[in-house]
């Protein structure tokens, strides 16, 4: 039955304090993510019995209200009621920091993943076709797709630009433009003849040779910059100049800055995340495949899962394929589905059984795992457990294999063509092996180790499982 999500804005709002205790809200593949100016007016209980929400998580000052596969319905319903756009000012402490940096990051990337996901597919679209034979090697349609599904990537910065102007609440258009200036063409030639050893100046101060494409942490810190640049020149310039003199000055201290110091900054930031994660994957080599898998499912409800975004990108950039993190996920997201048709199998409540049966074709066929996360393994515990142990011997067996992706898009059947490697034919038996047996050991784990069964009247997603009891339990 399709889901009044008018109704179901208005209660989650008022579980969370009304809209005055809301400082702004945005969403990713499964979750509404509210940043609220006062934790203690949350009702959490009153949130997660609201039929409809999945589940609920506390990150900083995010409150995060999981949807599943609808959140943009949710989200669009959450905007009908307004919500306020003041800041609030924060304690700094160090803990807020990192809540805030995290927040930053996730806050930033989650609205762009629906568009790298898309040129990520687009761009395996045009590796098939050019394996196939369909179009000659080197034609302008199989160069156009390449282009098309490389868009997204080759101008991330500016798309990054855009999405942190939103989420720091500055002028889009000027952080388009001081983005833009990063992978303008000319200034791309001058990078690359920096790189080769030319000298580049700006205003007699050298100028690190950089690629600014397929990056995000130097667009991301240059619009958080920004913002505060142009709160400091809003306030030194006269009324009668604010028109032209500061939208100059913003751009004359902006862009140099991001140039000279915060694009090389960030760039090094990115790489040294890199080169720590695959520093990990060198030396572990199957192994760190293999934790990953076992340990996603719980970062993804924490929300730490988006922080590997700008690893696997910049990863694929340089390298053409990711060979730890995406690997990982196909034994994660297939486990999580094969328990939720176990549970589909065995329970005896009708509500939950379709819950589960949607959540597993979400996590099989789309690779969107949060709402089996959520509806199904976080309730129900024991096949949460399943699908741990079920991620850490699939991530091995993929490890093993020597998958990789050359996209991004969330692992699942629909998928899976990103781990198909040109050069190695036996990459497709592999992943087809993961998978299966992703689903198949999942979900004989979940039926050995059993679960509390939800009476009838606690079928409600999001509702918290009542104590076992004798009559409903199933082993």
Known sequence: MPKNYAEISHAIVAALGGTGNIEAVTHCMTRLRFVVKDKARIDTPALKAINGVLGVVHSGEQCQVIIGNEVAKAYQAVLALGMP??????????????????????????PLIPAIIGGSMVKLLAMILDMAGVFEKGSSTLVILNVIGDGAFFFLPVMVAASAAL????????AIAIAGVLVHPNFIDLMAKAAQGQAVEF????????????????????????????RGVDRITPAVTKNFLKPMLIVLIAAPIAILLIGP????????????????????????????GAIWPLLVITGMHRVFTPTIIQTIAETGKEGMVMPSEIGANLSLGGASLAVALKTKNRELRQTALAAAASAIVAGISEPALYGVAVRLK????????????????????GLASHSMASPGLFTSVQFFDPANPMSIVWVVAVMALSVVLSFALTLMLGFEDLPENAAAPGQTAPAANAAGATH
Do not use: Q
Request: proline share 4%; aromatic share 10%; with cysteine.
């Open 265 to 292: 900054l960030g760039i090094w930031i990115g790489s040294g995340i890199s080169a720590l994660v695959y520093t990990v994957h060198g030396y572990l080599g199957w192994l760190s495949v293999a934790i990953m």
């Open 203 to 230: 205003a007699f101060i050298p100028v690190t040779a950089v690629k600014y494409t397929y990056t995000v942490i130097p667009a991301l810190v240059m619009t958080w910059i920004l913002s505060h640049i142009e």
């Open 85 to 110: 756009a003041a800041p609030v000012k924060r304690k700094l402490t160090l803990k807020g920091i990192g809540a805030g940096i995290l927040d930053a990051l996730v806050g930033t990337m989650s």
């Open 382 to 401: 024991r096949p949460l457990i399943a699908s741990l142990i079920s991620g850490f011997v699939c991530g091995a067996v993929a490890g093993l294999g």
């Open 167 to 174: 989420k720091f609440k500055t002028n889009m258009s000027l």
